[in-house]
Antibody, heavy 119, light 110 residues
């Protein structure tokens, strides 16, 4: 059974880059049948899709975040990562990594990690 | 503000049937894109409940059902149980194939 685990700093200073890693276990990230996503949830709020990557390197980002987001994949380590630049307090959220089927349905979620942007 | 509109809260007594609504527009649900529903229990990650409008993943009880018509979708929960108390989110796509979510509905079992 595939499991996902987010890791990274819980506190990031304004204007810096938020960097998170999602480690995939129980399956290979090179399975062409899946895409690998990042989704966030602001405290007490709804969900916001950030973007996804396929192991081939194909990406798709939310237009509202596209100028600040990079999602990359490391097939040798079976992980993918998120970089969000120029963060502000509005980027404070729980960040989830997730696995999507080819029909874009999210079928597996990580447990989530809270990232706070504050000086 | 979320692209898809959901009522902030819905409540029902055990055993009752409740319906959660999700309203979009001509640029998302009205275009014919599929709708998914996710259940988020307190303090946990969301879980897929319904995909492609009315399909249940393995393990989801048949008390949960989904439907979609025009620019709206709905999730029905029959035989309400205490364990159903959670936040429920609808999700679809917009014209640029960006995934969009509703703001979520908090279901309270009285």
């Amino acid at each position: 059974q595939v499991q996902l685990q987010e890791s990274g700093p819980g506190l990031v200073k304004p204007s810096q880059t938020l960097s998170l890693i999602c480690t995939v276990s129980g399956g290979s990230i090179t399975s062409g049948a899946y895409y690998w996503s990042w989704i966030r949830q602001h405290p007490g709020k709804g969900l916001e899709w950030i973007g996804y990557i396929h192991y081939s390197g194909n990406t798709n980002y939310n237009p509202s975040l596209k100028s600040r987001v990079i999602i990359s994949v490391d097939t040798s380590k079976n992980l993918f990562s998120l970089d969000l630049s120029s963060v502000t307090a509005a980027d404070t959220a729980v960040y989830y990594c997730a696995r999507d089927r080819q029909d874009s349905v999210t079928v597996t979620w990580g447990q989530g990690t809270l990232v706070t942007v504050s000086s | 503000q979320s692209v898809l509109t959901q009522p902030p809260s819905v409540s029902g007594a055990p055993g009752q049937r409740v319906i959660l609504s999700c309203t979009g527009s001509s640029s998302n649900l009205g275009t014919g894109y599929d709708v998914q529903w996710y259940q988020q229990l307190p303090g946990t990650a969301p879980k897929l409940l319904i995909f492609a409008n009315n399909n249940r993943p393995s393990g989801v009880p048949d008390r949960f059902s989904g439907s979609r018509s025009g620019t709206s979708a709905s999730l029905a929960i029959a035989g309400l149980q205490a364990e159903d108390e959670a936040d429920y989110y609808c999700q679809s796509y917009d014209s640029s194939l960006t995934r969009v979510f509703g703001g979520g509905t908090k279901l309270t079992v009285l």
